[in-house]
């Protein structure tokens, strides 16, 4: 007998008592199960939730394998740069190399190893007590959660943040599809709330920075957004900010990846074009009119502001979490506003709030991920004065014609 | 208790769980968000509550046939203000500290709408006897979570409870800490009283199924 008849004797064995969900869970992980549907007429489409999620995954992995060998590419730069060596860049010599990758493997699969792991068993424990059958709806979060912490979180601060989020964040308001608030930020937020030593300043960045404070062996590992709030030269150049080689949040650093992801996600229709388009006009809105405002001399270089004011608009979508945030983060179908119109707004504000965050908070440079949680609280009411909107414009035509 | 009837017990023991003036009621949270980062604070200010609230209600209880309804509110504005400056005046004298870590809530003691929502409902149309012991019995359900909410969020946020370090000195890492814990600042944040508050109203109303409201 195979495995899959066996698991299938075992599911019917199984049936009614309070484990089922948990092992029907990998069941169905693992196969296709035997039970179809029962009369009646029902319309076929391939994307189920499982599938939306898969895609989702797949256009992660090259920010994960990114994320992976810039861990080790910005550890062992930030050390030659501390001791002085300069060497020339290549992405073959210096980056895809085995040392690279292998800070990668014991960094980063942990991180996504604790998130899966705790993530899941917290599903299913709630799977269990609630009698409903597992859903699919961590396994795009799962692998969220490691890309947009720094590299060095704690594994068990991590473990702590992935049970409130799931817990707090998604199961109170009733599982899968029925959260205000993106489970993945929530995690953020209470790592960023709750322990705020490791998630920002400019040491938690690099891998090993942290250990080597006050060591001769001391390393930086500012981002490019703190060099800036801080008013500081940024040492690195265009190119490498694109494609993401600088240090950042494990995934969120390479908007080249990023922006490939999204063509795939807006290719398979899974992401929406409208919010990832819109989150960067809005990004770039604000970011003119604080250029704008630099330009007229309203702010000058001894303004605490000044730094991350005068950098250039086109600059701010692609340094920091924005690109991320915009197609990963943003786009998220049950957070996000639902009508066309709603999503240019909520696109829109996200952006604009991201950057006025930015500027204006220099002790912690970056607010992506708070503009989306606050966004994410307004996408209903959005959505509600679009709809009312459309009601009243319908109205008033229908009166116009009999009138 | 042998002291109490029956009836009389039901006022004590009622608003300790299932009609628990912050986690059925929802009334007073302000406060319960506020000052609660502290287990101390927590506890001085339940016992702060449960003077007001026992003594306003005695007072109230027996005014209650000659004050005119058309001021009641006036008269009662005026008792609790009266016992919440005792309260006041007695923290500043000994305890100065707490007295300042609390400050502005303990004159807002007036305005928590436990103490108005009990004088109208309760001590209005009832004997004093009976109004002390639903004063004090709602003073102590509110007092309770109170305490629950302060013992968490001063243990995890601060790592101290009543100012005693039982998870060891975060500074020299001694304890839980040489082990590479931390204290969670977001405890210490008055979002997270709400929560806390949440999840003990979820527990409550996860054990007992007939506090479920129907839709």
Redesign the interface.
Known sequence: MSLKQNLHNLKEKYKGTKMAPAFNAIHTFLYLPNEVTHGGTHIKAADDLKRTMNIVIMSLIPCLLFGMFNAGYQHYAAIERAQGITSEFTVLGSFLTWDNLWIGIIKVLPLVIVSYGVGLLVEFIFAVIKGHEVEEGYLVTGMLVPLIVPIDT?L??LA?AVVFGVV?GKE?FGGTGMNILNPALTIRA?LF??????MSGDKVWVHDAVNRVGTADAISGETILGSYAQNQEVIYSTWDKFAGFIPGSVGETSTLLILLGAAFLIFTKIGSWRIIVSTFIGAAVMGLIFNQIVAAEIITDSSKFYGLMNTVWWEHLMIGGLAFGAVFMATDPVTASQTNKGKWIYGFLIGFISIMIRVFNPAYPEGVFLAILLMNVFAPTIDHYVVQGNVKRRLKRTKVKTA | MGLLSKKDAVLLTDPLADNNPITIQVLGICSALAITAELKASIVMAISVMFVLGLGNVVISLMRNIIPSKIRIIVQLIVVATLVIIVDLVLKAFAYELSKTLSVFVGLIITNCIIMGRFEAFALGNGPWRSFLDGIGNAVGYGVILIIVGFFRELLGSGTLLGFKVLGDPIEKTGLYAIGYENNGFMLLSPMALIVVGIIIWIQRSKNKSLIEEN
């Open positions: 704690p068990w601060m702590v707090i109170v209470f709330f709750a322990y705020p030593t490791w």
